[in-house]
């Protein structure tokens, strides 16, 4: 039982590590799914915009962690 | 019949292999740890049955993904994989800008001599402390590997064998190298391969994100390239700007 626990508190930590960038990242990819079509942009630009996102939200946590 | 495409399959298998490297190098020192005290019947049991179960999660799992719809698959699969990617591509930046320790495989390799001596032992039949502690060690850095490969070879659409192949070649490095040097792989630049399968990861992710979501990359399947080279330049930067803000703190 105390292996199973483990397994899944291991299967929950691969994807959450600190739950404020987890959200972050989540947050984005559903405001890229249900916001970035509704603003009438074409080509590639959604998916720069969404990429850049995603950079920022990496840079942002990691340099907060790095200021504690 | 599943169509391999091997525009993918090459960097697939390369993100399978290192990944997987990284995960049975720390499962190789708690294995070596239970082998060395307590006997190598038991350890090798334990790796050998985790083995068996995570070879059958893949089994099923992989089959079954390819069966969903693949633009359903390529968010679902892919915002995991986004996930876990970036995780461990910013545990890699605050590691190599010194915020957060390095992994100490031979560390952790003397912590685990000194508690597995400390128990009982046994003497007849199987010990069940080093079949117990060598089957949840592989059993947890290797679902890590099994995710990574039944996420890849899913989204990817017929990619799960190149992923499979490097986590295999990735199995055999470590096994030879345990057998070879019967002692933690200290030497391996860590955080070094981390960081690169973060790199791979996330791009991998954020592609089949977008994929799913019906955007366009420019140059489609290229961007890939262009993703890793952003997450990479992205990350080189962070690690610089993080000591410079831990040094500013301290």
Redesign the interface.
């Given at each position: 039982m105390n292996g199973l626990k483990t397994i899944l508190s291991e299967l929950f930590g691969l994807f959450v590590d600190d739950a404020g960038f987890a959200l972050a990242i989540l947050a984005w990819v559903a405001v890229t799914a249900l916001a970035v079509p509704r603003l009438g942009l074409h080509g590639s630009l959604p998916a720069l915009i969404f990429f850049v996102g995603l950079l920022a939200i990496l840079m942002e946590s990691a340099l907060r962690r790095a200021k504690k | 019949m599943l169509t391999i495409d091997w525009g993918h399959a090459g960097p697939t298998m390369l993100a399978g292999f290192l990944a997987s490297l990284v995960e049975f190098i720390e499962a190789l020192t708690v294995v070596l740890a239970v082998g060395a005290t307590r006997g190598w019947k038991g350890a090798l049991g334990g790796a050998g049955l985790a083995m068996l179960v995570l070879i059958a999660i893949v089994l099923i799992l992989g089959p079954t993904l390819v069966r969903i719809p693949l633009d359903l698959v390529q968010?679902g699969v892919g915002?995991?994989l986004?996930?876990?990617g970036?995780?461990w591509?910013?545990?890699a930046?605050?590691r190599a800008?010194g915020?957060i320790a390095l992994h100490d495989e031979e560390k952790l390799f003397a912590e685990e001599v000194a508690t597995l001596s400390s128990l009982a032992r046994v003497t007849q039949g199987w010990d069940r402390v080093a079949v117990?502690t060598s089957?949840?060690i592989t059993?947890?850095e290797g679902?890590?590997v099994v995710?990574i490969i039944v996420a890849m070879g899913a989204a990817g659409g017929g990619l799960l064998i190149p992923a499979s192949v490097g986590a295999i070649a990735a199995l055999l490095v470590v096994i030879a190298l345990g057998l070879a040097l019967h002692k933690p792989v200290s030497t391996i630049p860590e955080n070094t391969l981390k960081f690169t399968v973060g790199v791979l990861l996330?791009a991998f992710g954020?592609f089949w994100?977008?994929e799913g979501?019906g955007?366009?990359?420019?140059g489609e399947d290229w961007?890939l390239l262009i993703?890793g080279a952003?997450?990479l330049a992205?990350?080189i930067?962070?690690v610089s700007?993080?000591?410079t803000?831990?040094e500013a703190?301290s």
């Open positions: - | 968010l915002t995991l986004l996930l876990f970036l995780r591509l910013r545990k930046i605050l800008a915020i117990a089957f949840k059993m947890v679902i890590e995710f996330s954020t994100i977008g979501l955007l366009a990359w420019p961007s993703l952003g997450y992205a990350s930067l962070s700007l993080c000591r803000k831990a703190a």
